[in-house]
Nanobody, 115 residues
Framework: VQLQASGGGLVQAGGSLRLSCLASISIFSISGMGWYRQVPGKERELVATISSGGNAWYNADSVKGRFTISRDNAKKTVYLQMNSLEPEDTAVYYC?????????WGQGTQVTVSS
């Protein structure tokens, strides 16, 4: 049971990226999915979650209004649209089920925002 995160890269401040997370199994019955991020030396941080019905919740005030989480159950994919990126958004981004992280974490996708 795996998740493959992709879509990261190097972008200038103010730019945008769209992350994708493809699951190896159907996510239709998984009530919550989330995006997390981690900076070296710090704990992994919850960024946003989305319910099976599409209700989104953003954990950090710093991403509200800039990030949008969505899911396509038919494609087994969760997305994170990131706009107006800031250098503080630099991290490795992961996805997993929420609140129980029962998928293996995988390698994530690196997002680097230059000032």
């Amino acid at each position: 049971v795996q998740l493959q995160a992709s879509g990261g890269g190097l972008v200038q401040a103010g730019g945008s990226l769209r992350l994708s997370c493809l699951a190896s199994i159907s996510i239709f019955s998984i009530s919550g999915m989330g995006w997390y991020r981690q900076v070296p030396g710090k704990e992994r941080e919850l960024v946003a979650t989305i319910s099976s019905g599409g209700n989104a919740w953003y954990n950090a005030d710093s991403v509200k209004g800039r990030f949008t989480i969505s899911r396509d159950n038919a494609k087994k994919t969760v997305y994170l649209q990131m706009n107006s990126l800031e250098p503080e958004d630099t991290a490795v981004y992961y996805c997993n089920a929420f609140p129980q992280n029962f998928f293996s974490w995988g390698q994530g996708t690196q997002v680097t925002v230059s000032s």
